[in-house]
């Protein structure tokens, strides 16, 4: 298969077909751990971590495992990867580990990662269902972090507080006090502040979709017309 | 000229939207002339700001959205929205306070959905809940009745320039939550013990009262929802302070308490919101009732109007649907899952 198109696979996981904004997939942990952007970034790179490693090991498995079964297999795999993170995180990360508490074991149930496993590796060699995964994972951190940062801020008025949960000790002063004597909106951090973050981030897309949408036509309608006739020997209007 | 000719009687029209709203707005005049005798100028200030920011932020919106702005702004809905949530605000609520909550009630829980009409919610009530949820601090300090501040000092609160705390004091549903079950400490306390009820605060209610009434006259508002939600909050109310008057206060003292006719009669009888047929609205009304007295008897909350009607917005398309009347022609109601229109 070298008619693989990565850059048509890139988009869909980047805007196109975006896990959050576009199949919202995955909300649990999506609504629940954007608090702060270092929550958002520890759990999404953990899900991009999942996406990539059992999209390459379902797309190696794909010629073996039988329809019937196929879920099953799916999910132990999913599984398999997602305990890997959780020792890993448990072990260099332990803080962010236990803030993030219940919703790294939660990745197995992500329905982003059943559902490219199924729809998109189940069905592609290795390399494509790699791009696929990574580029999901990246979609879905890009969300993550968004609302992450939105939340930050409206809710405390900071921005990067507590980076050094993940990236240590050099991290402890990235903290952006970006407006000073904050009272602090609780509604942002309250999970309601998520659901109206994510709403608006979906809006937003949409908007941006149908201005695009516009300019393209307008593009369309000012190209001169051409004759679709193979031989042209009237006028052509 | 016109030539379509009718016999009488002629119906002229009189009212629409506007003239309706603003009748709605002219009956909380009462209200807010007590509010402002108890506790000072602050809810004067609050409402006229209030009203400013929501002007603006209708206005912009119907703009972005591409509507008729000066029609849509003439209909008063947005003005009397920001005098709803003015008057609950506590008098000491800065400039800010007003701002988030006016801002959130317009542009999110009503312009978003669709404006007039479309919101599923109260929109003053939205606003208020989620100031409650976010500034809990500076929405409990209300001032201690007979102690209302100068103008001058209100003007200080409404710029975040004076610390609150001097002049704030517990509220009497606060106050009873507290001692409630300790006979010597509520009889200790006067402010539980006005002419009627709470001190200031009994009337303030009855000032809503009355302006609900003249409500009621002008055929503005029905009976059913305040009489349901004044019904719901004093039968439980009743039977409690009977079996047990310590712990559970009297119905009066629940009547003219905190937002019990502000809610009654001006946030429960939002028609948006609302259940639509009578039977309906009493059901609604009834269990915004009883969900009050639940919440101020059990709650974490001293008060719960808002919480009570946002709720019950929720369930007012259920309440709907087993609610529908007979229509015309038909032998049984066309309601609930069983219906289909058998006649």
Redesign the interface.
């Known amino acids: 298969m070298s008619d693989v198109n990565y850059k048509k696979i890139s988009m869909d996981g980047l805007w196109n077909n975006n896990p959050a904004t576009v199949q919202i997939l995955g909300l649990c942990p999506l609504l629940a751990v954007t608090g702060s952007v270092v929550n958002a970034l520890g759990l999404g790179l953990a899900t991009l971590v999942v996406l990539v490693g059992s999209n390459v090991c379902v797309s190696l498995i794909r010629n073996y495992v039988t329809d019937a079964v196929r879920l099953p297999a799916f999910v132990m795999i999913i599984a398999a990867m997602t305990t890997v993170i959780e020792m890993l995180m448990q072990a260099f990360t332990f803080e962010l580990y236990e803030i993030l508490g219940i919703f790294i074991p939660l990745i197995v149930t992500n329905c982003t990662v059943l559902g490219r496993a199924d729809a998109f590796a189940s069905k592609n060699p290795i390399l494509p269902s790699a791009v696929d995964g990574f580029m999901m994972g990246l979609g879905f951190l890009v969300i993550l972090l968004i609302l992450g940062g939105m939340r930050e801020l409206v809710g405390q008025g900071t921005l990067f507080t507590n980076m050094q949960l993940l990236f240590g000790p050099m991290a402890a002063n990235w903290q952006l006090n970006v407006i000073d004597n904050y009272?602090g909106?609780?509604?942002a951090i309250?999970p309601?502040g998520a659901f109206?973050g994510l709403g608006l981030i979906i809006a937003g897309k949409n908007v941006i979709d149908k201005r695009l949408k516009e300019i393209q036509k307008a593009k369309a309608a000012d190209e001169p017309k051409v004759s679709r006739r193979v031989r042209t020997t009237g006028k052509v209007s | 000229m016109s030539l379509i000719t009718s016999t009488s009687p002629h119906a002229s029209v009189k009212n629409n939207t506007g003239a309706f709203m603003r009748q709605v707005i002219y009956a909380t005049l009462p209200g807010l002339a007590v509010l402002t005798w108890q506790f000072g100028w602050g809810t004067v200030i609050n409402v006229l700001w209030a009203v400013v920011v929501a002007l603006i932020c209708e206005g912009l919106f119907l703009k972005a959205r591409g509507r008729n702005v000066a029609f849509y702004l003439k209909d008063y809905s947005a003005v009397l929205t920001a005098v709803l949530l003015g008057l609950a605000l506590p008098p000491t609520a800065p400039w800010w306070l007003t701002l988030v909550g006016v801002g959130f009630a317009i542009i999110v829980a009503k312009q978003l959905y669709g404006g007039l009409g479309m919101n599923p919610f109260n929109p003053a009530m939205v606003g208020y809940v989620l100031l409650l949820i976010s500034f809990p601090v500076a929405m409990t300090q209300w001032i201690a009745p007979g102690e209302a501040p100068g103008f001058v000092q209100s003007l200080q609160l409404f710029a975040g320039q004076l610390p609150v705390d001097g002049l704030s004091g517990a509220t009497p549903l606060d106050t009873f939550r507290t001692w409630a079950g300790n006979e010597t400490e509520l009889a200790s306390h006067g402010i539980l013990h006005g002419d009627l009820a709470g001190q200031g605060w009994e009337w303030v209610n009855l000032a809503f009262l009355l302006g609900g009434l003249y409500l009621i006259s002008r055929k503005i508002i029905t009976w059913h929802i305040p009489a349901g939600f004044l019904a719901g909050l004093a039968a439980p109310a009743l039977i409690a302070w009977l079996i047990d008057p310590v712990r559970f206060a009297d119905p009066l003292f629940h009547l003219l308490s905190g937002g019990a006719m502000l809610g009654a009669f001006f946030i429960a009888t939002d028609p948006v919101s609302a259940a639509t047929s009578r039977m309906g609205r009493l059901v609604y009304a009834l269990l915004i009732g009883v969900l009050i007295w639940v919440i101020r008897s059990f709650g974490g909350y001293p008060d719960a109007v808002a919480f009570s009607v946002l709720l019950l917005n929720l369930s007012a398309p259920f309440i709907d649907y087993y609610t529908q009347p007979r229509t015309y022609g038909h032998s049984k109601p066309n309601r609930g899952t069983a219906g289909g229109g058998k006649s």
Request: aromatic share 14%; glycine share 14%; proline share 14%.
């Open positions: 009272g909106f609780l509604l309250l309601p109206l």
